[in-house]
């Protein structure tokens, strides 16, 4: 079976079953293996994705049921460079294992370009994904300084 | 004499080893671009001038990160250290993995080439440095002999050695062919610490952008032509065969290859897609036979554990004669900790590849060369015909330094005949990871008129992890195991008279080395009773300690904790503080905890942290170390709890095994004492802390002394 998938901006044509995890379509059929496998039942939050720019969890989402939406996956984040967020990651060395971080990366990316209201302390509370390595506190200074350059961009 | 090199590996390895390259990009655009260096061709023109180093014909130096990179930032670290030595050009350095063909400095200790104990740094620092310096002497004699000058005249500086005349240099790519070829004398002296370029001044992972970016390739991520995915189902604890399954329900699913099992109890299933093999596992629905014995139940060891504390047990830790109990007030208290899973963010994982005789494996291990061994075991190939390929690690702390999932691995792999990547589920992560042991133990102590310990008396009854992985741990004559002892009588504080035992109660499931090993069970009950002697002494626990602590680092770290705590500074409302200290691997590190309670849960506000770590060879990654530390300290001190019951773990997920989240995370205030020192270990030293000083701050707090772990379960029992 063929599902017709918008992923980071291209087409793809994916021979994967209608109810196989998008995360599995992604990292298998798609090849792309940036969006990790935490849990697989939605509460890690290690599989984020962006529906139409909003964050989801990838590894309970049939990907029969995407549908037109356009998914971005980490590799796409970005465009040619590198996200806000990315940038604040790279710049305060966030990363241990790393092995969680594209989620974080995608979870923060969907909140502070969605919800320009909520402060830092709101977007803190809204992240609940898990990171091991305990990389938390760096983050939230990294989410300040990724929301001063998305300020400053538009 | 060297040869011209031609990569090992990238004979055995072919195109594919870029993809591994790929795990330590050199850049972000070339991360971001997913540009497959080209090793080849460039390895070929390379000259390995040192183990580990290899100069390329443009002057850039490739540099094998020597052990596993699992967050603890070695793969940055440790070619940092060989880079200082070899007076290297930084911005020119590039880090490729290890694999088990490659050469490896001597020595050859098979202790020192896991990444374990916190020991890749301190084991480590020296022997690097050596090497490095005998290529920067071959670099300088090889341009001294062009020059006509004497080698001891050169300098040495960015990648380049400066004739005498200041002016002249020759970049060490244009030298490195010469320079194999000079043999050197014995020794080689080192820089000292104020000659050092590199060594605690350059900040940054050379990790990190490729893991921000979904570059970073882990053994999950591995990709290979015609793969094949695979899970499994290993059953409950005690399982001794496979009752029954359903073989043709799993394989209804056309994208479902193979069923079978491996290792008596394990069923594997082979298929297109992870998916697909871990949804063949359910309809396979396996029933597993327990056999006679009886099931592994955590309880039912808890209660064997606290009956063994009136046991004999063997002594260790005997000084100075115990004193007669007049005018003295004595303590006793029992403690106990919880089974706890080591949950790294990857769950189990491994790729291998049997072909054309030749077995290659991409492994997220601790420990390559082990890996190696338990591979060539696994396929029943001679060790010449298998290599092992280190992957960057989702998370280690110690559960990759067991192998079973490499023998899984390959065993599916030999019998496919194809690429096959291995992925444990979540729930099968949990469920059989080799636990963090369950302990007990028994503190009894006396302190004087005058505040002072004059008596300190602790038993310990739990397994030892040792004993069915060396030989000597296994028989009568057996020394007292380290993972059982360590950390339990401190020898920082004076102490006139100690006495330890240990009561070995055989655990009921595989148990293994969890961060920080014996200090996370030993260091809640030793830090917690030097609390609990303060409080008898009726003293302030800070004080207390400072009272006590024998040794002059032990007692700077104190100074500095006490101020940047403000331990003596007023407190909001609702709030209390606890502190714990700790000398381990060859580090001391102190930490303060300020935590309230509300609505039944302990809300962390401030963790401080001060470590003497001795020289800092990254100081910005010391900080996070001991930070993430912290976090992982918290989540087992408030948490952490595995149950077993009839074999069966009860817990499956993040789900029901909580651990602290980016919104329960304290602030964190931490101090890198500056040191000349040789350096200690740092991984694992800032986790055990966090659990005896949460327990003492809520002990300030409530006034309830809290001795069992979790803590958030004895707070509301």
């Not at chain 2, 040192?50 to 070695?74: K, S, Y």
């Not at chain 2, 001294?144 to 500086?157: I, L, N, S």
């Not at chain 2, 680092?553 to 502190?579: I, Y």
Request: aromatic content about 6%; proline content about 7%; charged content about 20%.
């Amino acid at each position: 079976m063929s599902i017709s998938l918008s992923i980071n901006g291209e087409h793809h044509d994916l021979d994967a079953p209608g109810d196989m995890p998008l995360l599995w379509a992604l990292r298998e059929v798609a090849g792309l293996t940036g969006t990790k496998y935490g849990c697989g039942i939605g509460v890690c939050g290690a599989c984020t994705v962006h529906l139409d720019g909003a964050a989801e969890r990838s590894c309970l989402l049939p990907v029969g049921e995407v549908g037109a939406r356009a998914v971005t996956t980490i590799e796409g984040l970005g465009g040619t460079g590198l996200h806000p967020v990315q940038q604040a990651w790279v710049a305060a060395d966030i990363p241990q294992c790393g092995y969680c971080q594209p989620g974080f990366v995608m979870q923060v990316a969907d909140l502070l370009a969605n919800n320009p209201g909520l402060g830092d302390d709101e977007i803190v509370a809204a992240v609940s994904n898990v990171c091991r390595c305990g990389t938390y506190p760096r983050m939230r200074g990294a989410i300040a300084e990724a929301r001063a350059a998305m300020t400053a961009k538009s | 004499m060297a040869q011209p090199h031609l990569s090992r590996r990238t004979a055995l390895g072919g195109a594919f080893g870029g993809a591994f390259t790929l795990a330590f990009p050199r850049g972000v655009a070339q991360a971001l671009a997913g540009e497959a260096p080209v090793r080849s061709a460039e390895a070929a023109a390379g000259v390995e001038l040192q183990p580990l180093i290899t100069v390329l014909p443009d002057g850039r130096i490739r540099i094998a990160a020597l052990l596993a990179e699992m967050g603890q930032g070695v793969s940055t670290a440790m070619p940092l250290i060989l880079a200082d030595e070899l007076d290297a050009d930084w911005d020119r350095v590039e880090i490729v993995p290890i694999d088990s063909t490659m050469r490896i400095p001597t020595p050859h200790d098979p202790g020192m080439l896991i990444a374990a104990s916190s020991r890749s740094i301190r084991s480590w620092f020296s022997p690097l440095r050596e090497v490095a310096a005998r290529g920067r002497l071959q670099l300088a004699a090889a341009a001294a002999a062009q020059w006509g000058v004497a080698p001891g005249e050169c300098r040495t500086a960015r990648g380049r050695v400066i004739h005498p005349d200041g002016r002249t240099s020759l970049d060490y790519g244009a030298l490195a062919a010469a320079a194999a070829q000079v043999a050197l004398p014995g020794p080689v002296a080192l820089k000292s610490p104020d000659q050092f370029t590199l060594i605690g001044k350059v900040g940054g992972r050379r990790d990190v952008p490729g893991k921000v970016t979904g570059a970073a390739i882990y053994a999950s991520d591995v990709k290979l032509p015609g793969l094949l995915h695979a899970s499994v189902a290993q059953g409950p604890f005690g399982a001794v065969a496979i009752a029954s399954y359903q073989r043709a329900a799993a394989l209804a699913d056309p994208r479902v290859r193979d069923l079978f099992v491996i290792d008596g109890t394990t069923l594997v299933a082979l298929a297109q897609d992870t998916w697909s093999a871990m949804k063949a596992l359910d309809a396979a629905a396996p029933v597993f036979d327990t056999g006679p014995t009886s099931a592994p139940s955590s309880a039912a060891y808890k209660a064997a554990l606290i009956e063994a504390l009136d046991g004999q047990g063997r002594a260790f830790a005997v000084t100075g004669e115990a004193p007669a109990p007049n005018g003295l007030t004595v303590v006793e208290a029992d403690y106990t900790v919880a089974f706890l899973a080591h949950a790294t963010m990857e769950p189990m994982s491994c790729t291998a590849w049997f072909h054309e005789g030749r077995l290659e494996v991409w492994a997220p291990t601790q420990a390559v060369f082990r890996a190696l061994d338990v591979a060539a075991q696994a396929s029943g190939l001679a060790k010449e015909a298998v290599v092992i390929h280190q992957t960057l690690l989702g998370g280690g702390f110690g559960r990759r330094s067991e192998q079973d999932f490499v023998a899984q691995a390959v065993q599916i792999a030999m019998r496919a005949r194809a690429p096959v990547r291995l992925q444990w589920s979540r729930a099968e992560d949990t469920k059989r990871d080799y636990y963090r042991s369950a302990y007990a133990m028994r503190c009894k102590g006396a302190v004087d008129s005058a505040g002072a310990i004059a008596d300190y008396g602790v038993t310990i009854a739990g397994p030892s992890i040792l004993r069915t992985r060396m030989a000597l741990f296994d028989g009568p004559k057996a020394p007292i195991d380290p993972t059982a002892q360590n950390g339990l009588v401190p020898e920082f504080y004076r102490l006139p008279a100690t006495r330890a035992a240990w009561v070995e109660v055989r655990p009921p499931v595989p148990v293994g080395y969890w961060r920080s090993v014996a200090h996370s069970q030993n260091l809640f009950p030793a830090e917690s009773f030097i609390d609990e002697l303060a409080h008898a002494a009726g003293k302030d626990p800070f004080d207390f300690r400072q009272a006590h602590v024998t040794d002059p680092r032990m007692a700077a770290v104190m100074t500095k904790l006490r101020s940047l705590s403000e331990w003596d500074g007023p407190l909001p409302p609702g709030r209390a503080r606890g502190v714990a200290v700790v000398a381990c691997y060859e580090s001391y590190f102190g930490q303060v905890i300020e935590l309230s309670v509300s609505d039944g849960e302990v809300h962390v506000h401030r963790a401080t942290s001060v470590i003497d770590c001795g020289l800092a060879v990254q100081p910005d990654n010391i900080v996070a170390q001991v930070e993430g530390g912290t976090i992982f300290g918290l989540s087992a001190a408030l948490y952490g709890e595995i149950e077993i019951e009839d074999g069966v773990t009860q817990q499956s997920s993040f789900s029901d095994y909580r651990v602290l989240l980016l919104p329960e995370t304290p602030q964190m205030r931490t101090h890198v004492m500056p040191s000349t020192a040789a350096p200690g270990g740092v991984g694992e030293t800032g986790t055990p802390c966090a659990m005896p000083a949460t327990a003492n701050a809520l002990f300030a707090l409530t006034g309830k002394r809290l001795r069992s772990l979790p803590l958030h379960k004895a707070l509301l029992g």
